[in-house]
């Protein structure tokens, strides 16, 4: 999409050689061509995190750079009024910074080694042990000026458990490429060096902040600042010599709201794959029909993977020219996701994806899809007894921690349409993922990967009316691909003879 925005080739490079000389011309075609080859085909989206990081990276910050150098505010004047039209249609410092974060929460859940992804690779290394979750058919590496960009991120939000990885990465390749400076690059070495030492100082590493302060000023002799630092590290060892040898432990950023996040990672790491389940004789496989004349001539393919809490895989529930219309029907309409938080909606870091509601009136086709959840569920899926259709898309790292589809207060949005709680949730899976994304059911304890074309299926409250808390759930991380699902949320009310109430908890 972004790609569109830039000149062909012919407009960026070409240039007036009385004017300009061969060298920026060539600064300015390398350039290009590292962007061209970053998003060859721009109408398929990009599916590799990294590629999709560094590709936001060179046309949000590189290119702004570039345009801006010595060079081009001298020469290219007609370079830098081109950049300022298409300037507004391009990636804002906040996609910037959200790309970042999602490299982060990828390295968080799916435990992947810095350096490997740094080299283009996703390696989960525990130990000794080192397992490929993904082997990608083109390597794309990053820089030292992409690493510093994401521990920049981590470091500006005082995160020095993620910070310090990424700066030492980028402190690597920036020694390892000394002297070759790149007009699009913001950072330096010395700038990598700077962060890193403040990042391990503020972790309680004053040892490894003396080192690299030092390494500074042999690069830069007459900072002042950095030599004062060097001062003050040289007396808080002096004064407490045992910090010489000793190494800070630098602890995870803990998140108040997620009390399962082990549980939670550990299923997303599976991902998808639980092949004990198979083992087990009361869940099975069939072509179901519910007794409805509707699937008769067309049963849908059945797969019961959990029975307490009761949940169900329909495979080929939808055809890929349906799933691909409703992605379109949607695509104009997506918004980044907010959550109820008591009588509001709000837009919150545990919730990372963009979605649209789709009304049945938008097109014949969501009517037979409407007909097709009826008959299969036996439900009532009419308004006001269900929600229209939820299409969510799932970019770089989206995710969804554990949570209820249901209401868990009485204050809760949900009830504003007046047809009671949220009793069964029906979630299509409109694409395919190369990695991740799985479905995890935490007190469950297993994970659905994402089957194209298929809908998973489970019911929110017992028949008393209570929430089944066996029901926490959680979209896991996004590793590799474009996750699009659509929600169908079936109320209470319209389900009284349909599904009938029950005095039981237990029911």
Known sequence: MYCAKLCDPQALCHTDTDSVDGAVTETLREFYDKVLSLHEDSTTPVANPLLAFTLIKRLQSDWRNVVHSLEAS??????????????????AFEDLEGAARALMRLQDVYMLNVKGLARGVFQRV????????????????????????????????????????????????????????????EASLEDALDHLAFAYFRAGNVS?????????????????????????????????????????????????????RDTYEGLCQTLGS?????????????????????LLLQPIRKEVIHLEPYIALYHDFVSDSEAQKI????????????????????????RISKSAWLKDTVDPMLVTLNHRIAALTGLDVRPPYAEYLQVVNYGIGGHYEPHFDHATSPSSPLYRMKSGNRVAT??????????????????????????????????????SGEGDSDTLHAGCPVLVGD???????????????RRPCSSSPED
């Open 126 to 185: 525990t130990g000794s042990a080192i397992t490929d979750l993904y082997s990608p058919k083109r390597l794309f590496s990053l820089t030292g000026d992409d690493c510093f960009q994401v521990g920049k991120v981590a470091y500006d939000m005082g995160d020095y458990y993620h910070a310090i990885p990424w700066l030492e990465e980028a402190v690597s390749l920036f020694r390892g490429s000394y002297g070759e400076w790149k007009t699009e690059d």
């Open 274 to 294: 639980q092949p004990t389940l198979y083992q087990i004789p009361s869940l099975y496989c069939s072509y179901e029909t519910n007794s409805n004349a509707y």
């Open 426 to 463: 029906f979630m299509i899976y409109l694409s395919s993922v190369e990695a991740g994304g799985a479905t995890a059911f935490i007190y469950a304890n297993l994970s659905v990967p994402v089957v194209k074309n298929a809908a998973l299926f489970w019911w929110n409250l017992h028949r």
């Open 483 to 497: 996750k699009w699902v659509a929600n169908k949320w079936i109320h209470e009310y319209g389900q009284e003879f």
């Open 208 to 260: 490894c902040a003396l080192s690299l302060s030092r390494e500074f000023l042999l690069y830069s002799p007459d900072n002042k600042r950095m030599a004062r630092n060097v001062l003050k590290y040289e007396r808080l060892l002096a004064e407490s010599p045992n910090q010489v040898v000793a190494e800070a432990v630098i602890q995870r950023p803990n998140i108040p709201h997620l009390q399962t």
């Open 327 to 350: 992605r379109e029907f949607a695509e104009p309409w997506l918004q980044r996701s907010v959550v109820a938080s008591g009588e509001k909606q709000l837009q919150v870091e545990y």
């Open 74 to 91: 001298e020469n290219i004047r007609a370079l830098k009024d081109g950049y300022e039209k298409v300037e507004q249609d391009l990636p």
